[in-house]
């Protein structure tokens, strides 16, 4: 089985200011571990993905997100928000040799402000 | 440009009606799937399919029933006896099939269904 915990619903910054949204999964086998961004009334976005190459990835938007197995999280960060970061971000996971159905958070919402 | 392309865009249902979402692909991918998004609940998988003329239940299949007759569409019928139908769908698609869990999906921009 597999799941994602994405920790805080919300998460406000000031412009400027370091983005962090946490991720942490669980699954029994080596994971592919996909963060993307969802826009208002529009679809989701791949942000980045990891294969179980580089632990870091970098992804569209100055995003970058980092694998760390200890423990068992893949948490996304951005050095300095823009105002057009404001959107819903939601982390997601499936298994390598298993269901390639992902499994998805249940996505935080970042707030920016001026 | 390749993409998905869902709609109508928003639709609305009248009380003991069905209705039915069309979801398109030029992708040329092999999965396709439906997604049923609430606030704060994040994605709720409704049915996903691998091949034509195959599809398998998600979490949340009661009340809605789906088709796939060519690779390119995945229809997904609301049917009356889906009590709560108000919420944003979505569909997607990935290349592969199962042994491509590394593959990420791309998603359509979504349809908005209201109760009239």
Redesign the interface.
């Known amino acids: 089985a597999q799941s994602v915990t994405q920790l805080g619903?919300h998460v406000s910054v000031s412009e400027g200011a370091l983005v962090l949204l946490r991720c942490n999964y669980s699954s029994s086998v080596p994971p592919?571990l996909?963060w993307?961004v969802q826009y208002p009334?529009?679809?989701?976005?791949?942000l980045l993905?990891y294969?179980s190459a580089a632990t870091l990835v970098k992804g569209i938007n100055g995003f970058e997100a980092e694998f760390k197995k200890s423990e068992t999280s893949f948490h996304l960060t951005k050095p300095s928000a823009h105002m057009s970061d404001a959107a819903e971000y939601?982390c997601a996971v499936?298994?390598?040799?298993?269901?390639?159905?992902?499994t998805?958070?249940?996505?935080t919402s970042l707030i920016v402000h001026p | 440009d390749g993409g998905?392309t869902?709609s109508p865009k928003y639709l609305f249902r009248k009380e003991g009606q069905n209705v039915t979402l069309s979801c398109e692909q030029n992708l040329n991918h092999d999965?396709m799937?439906w997604y049923r998004q609430d606030p704060?609940?994040?994605?709720r998988?409704i049915y996903?399919s691998q091949i034509v003329n195959d599809f398998q239940k998600?979490d949340i299949a009661e009340g809605y029933s789906v088709s796939r007759e060519k690779k390119e569409s995945f229809p997904l019928t609301v049917t009356s006896a889906q009590k709560n139908p108000t919420a944003f769908y979505?569909c997607?698609s990935?290349r592969?099939?199962?042994?491509?869990?590394?593959?990420?999906?791309?998603?359509?921009?979504?349809t908005?269904l209201s109760i009239l």
């Open positions: 619903s592919y996909f993307y009334n529009q679809g989701l976005q791949l993905k294969t939601f499936s298994r390598a040799g298993g269901s390639y159905i992902p998805f958070g249940r996505g | 998905i869902q999965a799937y704060g609940q994040g994605l998988l996903y998600g979505l997607a990935s592969g099939k199962g042994w491509d869990a590394n593959q990420p999906q791309h998603f359509g921009d979504g908005r």
